[in-house]
Every structure is written in C-alpha cells, then in structure tokens.
C-alpha cells in the first residue's frame, strides 16, 4: 500500500475539512436521514 492509499483511507475516517466536503456530508447525512439515498458528490 503507498502512503497516498494509507492517507486516504485515514482521511475517510477523520472528519472532512474542507467547507465544501462539510457542506456535501452535510446535505448527505440529511439526505440519509430523510430516506433519500443520493450518489456521493465529488
């Protein structure tokens, strides 16, 4: 595995840093909550 992989396997762990990563998790968990399963936007 390269660092690159490690990296971004933790990453998906931590919390998203980014305002618009927080933003899309944000709308997304809502999404979920309400029963609307949407593809994940990247």
Do not use: F
Not at 11 to 20: G, I
Not at 26 to 37: Q, R
């Amino acid at each position: 595995m390269t660092h690159e992989q490690k990296s971004n396997k933790q990453d998906k762990k931590k919390p998203l840093s980014t305002p618009k990563e927080k933003k899309v998790a944000k709308k997304l968990k809502k999404d979920i909550k309400e029963g609307i399963h949407k593809p994940k936007i990247s």
